[in-house]
C-alpha cells in the first residue's frame, strides 16, 4: 500500500487538514458492539460518576482511532501508517445531549526519517483539554 503524497513534497512542519470528530452516546454503544467494549463507564452516567468520573467517557481506543483518521485521510491509504501509538491523558467526556462532545484533532510533520517514511505528532483535544499526548505516527510516504 502507498501513500497518495511523496516524500519529496513534505518538509517538516508540514501540517495536516485539522479535523473535528462529533461524539455521542450514541457513538459508544456503536463502538461498544463493534469493539465488544462494553465496560459501564461507556455508556452508564450513574456508573461513571460512582468511580469519579465526570460523566460517561469515550473509550480510549475510539478517540485513538478517530485521531489517526487525520493520517490516514491526508495520506490516502491507512495501510501506510506503519507505527502509531499515544498516551491517554485526559478522558473525553460524552454528555447526555444532542451536541455530545467534540474531538478536535490537528497534527504536523514532526520529522523525515528514513525509507520515505515521517513521523507526524498529533494533537487532540476535547473540550478544552488535551486528550491524548504522545500521539504520534510514522507513515510510509510514495
Known amino acids: 500500500m502507498t501513500a497518495k503524497i511523496a516524500y519529496d513534497d513534505v518538509e517538516v ?13 450514541a ?14 463507564i461507556h455508556w452508564n452516567e ?7 468520573l465526570p460523566d460517561v467517557i469515550a473509550h480510549g ?18 495501510g501506510a501508517v506503519v507505527e502509531y501509538g499515544v ?13 455530545g462532545a467534540r474531538i478536535e484533532v490537528s497534527g504536523k510533520v514532526a520529522a523525515k526519517l528514513e525509507d520515505n517514511t515521517v513521523r507526524v505528532d498529533l494533537t487532540a483535544v476535547s473540550g478544552g ?4 499526548g504522545m500521539a504520534r505516527a510514522v507513515v510510509r510516504l510514495a
Open 13 to 25: 512542519g508540514t501540517e495536516l487538514p485539522a479535523q473535528t470528530f462529533p461524539v455521542t452516546r
Open 27 to 40: 457513538t459508544l454503544v456503536q463502538y461498544a458492539g463493534a469493539s465488544g467494549d462494553f465496560n459501564p
Open 46 to 52: 450513574r456508573f461513571a460518576k460512582e468511580v469519579g
Open 61 to 78: 481506543m475510539f478517540t485513538m482511532a478517530e485521531a489517526i483518521r487525520v493520517v490516514t485521510d491526508w495520506a490516502g491509504d491507512p
Open 87 to 99: 498516551r491517554f491523558t485526559k478522558p473525553v467526556v460524552v454528555p447526555d445531549d444532542d451536541k
Open 129 to 132: 483539554q488535551k486528550v491524548l
